[in-house]
């Protein structure tokens, strides 16, 4: 009989305690949820609820707070929350000195106790973060990902089923490029039950619909004081659960990229297909020629971002 599966999520906060409840909620595999030495009391209050909560829900995996990483050794999937969110007023490139610096401690740790394991990035200026995660684990490519083009996707799907007043599962829509304020809402491949969402939409509701998924997590943020996490949880157990049971889902990942979409060295929202091997392919599609410069535009800004963060 095969081995029970083991996540560990970096990052016992928002994100972190979502992340454990809907993978123990899953059944995916025995959850690992890590914080800092301050923090572990959080981590393991967080984790002892969930385990009691499957008493009551009816599933039953070990779930363990630590700060210790030898904890998390052999580790299937590991899921990086750790840092600051966005405050109100904040970008998310302003989070970048302070979050590159935990990012670069977390991947030095995962490099020492699971290098084979299969590494999914949330942290926020998220291109600059598994990026940097890439580099310093030398990690194999396919097996460091980043979240952020499912859950700026599943916004988008959002507003345009409010707006066409239809099922929000009949909308199929993909956002592309960097995570921030020049990501690219692809209408050309959007899609209401296979009919172009041209035809149902105006173009200038469209338009609306663009900007407010751009200014989504911003909108979140405005409301609440914090970043969203019920739903960036649930994109990044998606990615995981594609890679843990090989589901081969076509979905837009930050992924590394060498070549594909004119891009060199660098990660980006891209359609991918996840499934056992990790990003097992890079999807290159036909863009509009606007859509081609929307995302080279995002591109150039990922691009400086990263290098901001290669000066820090
Ligand atoms: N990619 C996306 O689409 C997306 C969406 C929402 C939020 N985010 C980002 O995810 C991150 C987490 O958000 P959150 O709301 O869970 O924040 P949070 O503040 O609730 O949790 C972050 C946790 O990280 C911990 N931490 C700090 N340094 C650490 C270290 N060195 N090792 C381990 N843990 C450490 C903190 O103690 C805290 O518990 C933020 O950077 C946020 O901007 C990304």
Redesign the pocket.
């Known amino acids: 009989m095969a081995a029970r599966k083991k996540l560990a999520m970096?990052?016992?906060?928002?994100?972190?305690g979502e992340l454990a409840a809907q993978a123990a909620r899953l059944e995916l595999g025995d959850v690992y949820l890590?914080?800092?030495p301050?923090?572990v009391g959080?981590a393991q209050g967080k984790a002892l609820d969930l385990e009691q909560r499957g008493s009551i829900l009816g599933y039953d995996v070990n779930i363990r707070g630590t700060s210790s990483w030898e904890d998390l050794a052999g580790s299937d999937v590991v899921i990086v929350?750790?840092?600051?969110?966005?405050r109100p007023g904040m970008s998310?490139d302003d989070?970048l000195s302070i979050?590159l610096k935990?990012v670069r401690?977390?991947a030095e740790n995962l490099k020492r106790v699971c290098p084979e394991t299969f590494v999914i990035v949330?942290?926020?200026p998220?291109d600059a973060m598994v990026h940097e995660m890439k580099k310093v684990t030398g990690f194999p490519s396919p097996k460091v990902v980043?979240?952020?083009g499912i859950?700026?996707s599943a916004r988008f799907q959002l507003f345009l089923a409010r707006e066409a007043n239809v099922a929000m599962t009949d909308v199929r829509a993909m956002v592309l490029g960097g995570?921030g304020e020049t990501m690219v809402p692809v209408l050309s491949y959007c899609t209401i039950n296979g009919i172009p969402v041209r035809q149902l939409i105006t173009q200038d509701r469209l338009q609306a619909i663009i900007e407010r998924t751009r200014e989504g997590?911003a909108e979140v943020v405005k409301l609440m004081g914090?970043?969203?996490?019920y739903a960036?949880a649930a994109?990044a157990i998606q990615m995981a659960r594609s890679y843990l049971f090989d589901e081969k889902r076509l979905l837009p990942c930050a992924a590394y990229l060498d070549g594909e979409y004119g891009c060199h060295d660098l990660y980006m929202g891209v359609p991918v297909v996840i499934g056992a091997n990790g990003v097992e392919k890079i999807v290159i599609i036909e863009l509009d020629a606007t859509e081609k410069q929307m995302l080279r535009n995002s591109a150039a800004a990922v691009r400086e971002l990263i290098e901001a963060g290669q000066r820090l």
């Open positions: 970096i990052g016992a906060g928002n994100i972190g890590f914080d800092i301050d923090k959080v929350t750790a840092g600051v969110p966005r998310r989070l979050n935990i401690d977390i949330v942290s926020n998220l980043g979240m952020a859950l700026d995570h997590g914090s970043s969203a996490f960036p994109a």
